[in-house]
T-cell receptor
Framework: DTEVTQTPKHLVMGMTNKKSLKCEQH?????MYWYKQKAKKPPELMFV???????INESVPSRFSPECPNSSLLNLHLHALQPEDSALYLC??????????????FGPGTRLLVL | RKEVEQDPGPFNVPEGATVAFNCTYS??????FFWYRQDCRKEPKLLMS???SGNEDGRFTAQLNRASQYISLLIRDSKLSDSATYLC???????????FGTGTRLKVLA
């Protein structure tokens, strides 16, 4: 089973709201990723967790706060977002046996609209 | 110059045609290479990994040329269902960073 699930599928929020995106995988992968994708652009890396520890933060604004409660779950907490943060947020996971050589598997994404 | 570059297309081809995409990368330390396909408003899905001199999977053939730092994807006997954006992804050994090209749009026409 190569499935990564994400909830919710769609989210509309105001600029003062607090919301969370959730991602789950049961493939035993120990690396999990958050990407942001705008229309007609490739995914942009935001965060990487390895063994539940934050390994990479690509200078993401603090209004995005990631959390990895355990090896299967990854959250992205959102607060005081701007309309330009509207995008498709993709979660991915991979093995870590051979860093950089492992296949990433993507979830279906959460389509976020900030009003 | 972007680290991974692709011709954005669109490539409009008739059903049954053969089409090839190229992807160039600038970092010689790049170690692993992948082709993903992404349908409109969907997530990227792995099409093929390209680890050594290339590989074939049915109608799809991927080639790697380390000397010239490019990879290619050849699609034979194109189907309508092949219409999508094809993303070239490059990574370096020992890192978690997977660098995406801008993607090439393919439209297969009936």
């Amino acid at each position: 089973d190569t499935e990564v699930t994400q909830t919710p599928k769609h989210l509309v929020m105001g600029m003062t709201n607090k919301k969370s995106l959730k991602c789950e995988q049961h493939m035993g992968h120990r690396a999990m990723y958050w990407y942001k994708q705008k229309a007609k652009k490739p995914p942009e890396l935001m965060f990487v967790y390895s063994y539940e520890k934050l390994s990479i933060n690509e200078s993401v604004p603090s209004r995005f706060s990631p959390e990895c409660p355990n090896s299967s779950l990854l959250n992205l907490h959102l607060h005081a977002l701007q309309p330009e943060d509207s995008a498709l947020y993709l979660c991915a996971s991979s093995q870590v046996a051979e860093l950089g050589q492992e296949t990433q598997y993507f979830g279906p994404g959460t389509r976020l609209l900030v009003l | 110059r972007k680290e991974v570059e692709q011709d954005p297309g669109p490539f409009n081809v008739p059903e049954g045609a053969t089409v090839a995409f190229n992807c160039t990368y600038s970092n010689s330390a790049s170690q692993s290479f992948f082709w993903y396909r992404q349908d409109c408003r969907k997530e990227p899905k792995l099409l093929m990994s390209v680890y050594s001199s290339g590989n074939e999977d049915g109608r799809f053939t991927a080639q790697l040329n380390r000397a010239s730092q490019y990879i290619s994807l050849l699609i034979r006997d194109s189907k309508l269902s092949d219409s999508a954006t094809y993303l070239c992804v490059v990574s370096r050994r020992g890192t978690y960073k997977y660098i995406f090209g801008t993607g090439t749009r393919l439209k297969v026409l009936a």
